[in-house]
């Protein structure tokens, strides 16, 4: 209950404050402004209250756009579902949302509603390109699942496409090859890439922006393909691993790239190499040393000789691998290429080693030592090193044997000499050696006094 008055009423009334001249200039000013203003109709006051989402699909559904959109609505709650399941320490938890990126909604709307538009009319080159706007504005800002995205309605949309022969499913079908390919999806990748080669095989003339032809860049993405898938399975696979680099330069000399024939060539040599085919392996790698030859690609030829310089030590043909070591030496002098001289120096001061030739192997590992130090490479310096001085010690066998067979007093001198300087002397000994170890009288003496 309301509290009664306290006291007795005062029986006066308040004055009323009447407003001044100020006030009701102002009043009458801000009512003028407010007629002045356009009435707002519902729909206009509810954009102020929604988001901008919120707005853009109400416009695609009065506008009867109704599939652009499902779709988009489908692509934001497919990132949305996508950050719950991350997590929110996971870096999509910072992110800004398509939801709330306002430009790109705009995009979304304009195209997606441009090709449903184009649907209806049966233009689905229309339909194709818009999508393929959508794909390239994507993929150029790194919103890659977007991209993918597009790019696999383009290729659905393409196989609608008439009076084009497949050129523009060709195009479908490379765009979602290369997106598997950045995925990590090697095989899928082939499968798109093999479609795109039986489309463009028999359409030469096809031709993209780049002069290229849609065949030889089919050709190009399978050599590619096809390395990578064999580099993969070379481990748990290896002939599966030998049939896919077959497949790869079958394909490298049909795009009538050198460069890449020449690839392929190693390749499949030194797989065949790996796997016990010494024969074969030397056709394929020097098809590739023929190539790097026209070529004039120096780094080319050196790889190519120390790869057919192998492949005949294998087969303990001694003398031709030294041949190919001693090319791939001279070919990295004249082109000044320091870390392959190294490798070649090293590769045949092994080989000299093995045969006992230990005055060449100390030769050609004094080099890569000193090559491998003014490179500053630790692990080749460490290498060099030793083989350097096993080299040294084997060298010095000889005269350190014969010496120590000797048994006289200068030559025993000459070993104790030997011990405190680790001099190489031996192959050089003094007059004083020859002649004593020639007389056997002199001998005598000295081994009495060693006693």
Excluded at 37 to 42: A, G, I, T, V, Y
Excluded at 65 to 80: C, D, V
Aim: charged share 30%; proline share 3%; hydrophobic share 30%.
């Amino acid at each position: 209950m309301p509290t009664p008055p306290r006291g007795p009423p005062s029986g006066r009334l308040q004055p009323i404050k009447v407003p001044g001249k100020a006030e009701r200039d102002l009043f009458f000013k801000q009512e003028k402004l407010r007629q002045q203003q356009p009435e707002l109709s519902k729909k206009q006051t509810t954009r102020y209250r929604n988001s901008y989402k919120h707005n853009l699909c109400l416009d695609m559904l009065q506008d009867g756009y109704h599939k652009s959109f499902s779709e988009l609505f489908a692509l934001i709650k497919q990132q949305e579902e996508e950050r719950q399941r991350q997590g929110e320490e996971s870096l999509m938890w910072s992110m800004v949302m398509l939801k709330d990126q306002h430009e790109k909604l705009d995009m979304l709307k304009q195209h997606l509603c441009k090709a449903e538009e184009a649907e209806r009319k049966g233009d689905f080159g229309e339909v194709y390109r818009s999508r393929y706007e959508l794909a390239r504005y994507f993929q150029s800002g790194g919103d890659k699942w977007l991209a993918d995205h597009f790019f696999t309605t383009c290729l659905q949309t393409s196989a609608q496409v008439k009076g084009d022969n497949g050129k523009t499913q060709a195009q479908g079908y490379l765009n979602v090859g290369l997106a598997l390919e950045e995925q990590g999806d090697v095989l899928s990748a082939a499968e798109h890439f093999e479609a795109y080669y039986k489309l463009s095989v028999d359409h030469r003339e096809w031709i993209q922006a780049d002069n290229l032809t849609f065949h030889t860049d089919a050709c190009i993405n399978l050599w590619r393909i096809y390395s990578s898938i064999a580099a993969s399975i070379e481990e748990e696979d290896p002939q599966e691993s030998l049939d896919y680099l077959i497949k790869a330069l079958k394909l490298a000399t049909e795009s009538q790239d050198k460069e890449l024939q020449g690839i392929a060539s190693y390749r499949l040599g030194h797989a065949y190499e790996q796997n016990g085919d010494g024969e074969t392996a030397l056709l394929h790698l020097n098809e590739y040393l023929k190539i790097c030859t026209a070529e004039s690609d120096s780094e080319g030829i050196g790889k190519a000789c120390d790869a057919i310089a192998k492949a005949y030590a294998k087969q303990g043909k001694v003398e031709e691998s030294i041949t190919y070591l001693k090319k791939f030496v001279e070919v990295a002098e004249k082109s000044g290429e320091e870390v392959a001289l190294s490798k070649a120096c090293h590769n045949l001061g092994n080989i000299f080693n093995s045969l006992g030739r230990y005055s060449e192997a100390t030769e050609y590992f004094s080099k890569s030592y000193n090559l491998s130090r003014s490179l500053g490479d630790k692990e080749a310096i460490s290498t060099n090193r030793v083989q350097f001085g096993i080299a040294m010690a084997h060298k010095m066998m000889k005269g350190l044997d014969s010496h120590t067979v000797m048994g006289t007093r200068p030559a025993l001198e000459r070993l104790i000499e030997w011990k405190n300087a680790r001099v190489d002397e031996f192959e050089n000994p003094s007059q004083n050696l020859k002649k004593k170890s020639q007389n056997p009288e002199s001998q005598r003496p000295h081994h009495h006094s060693l006693k």
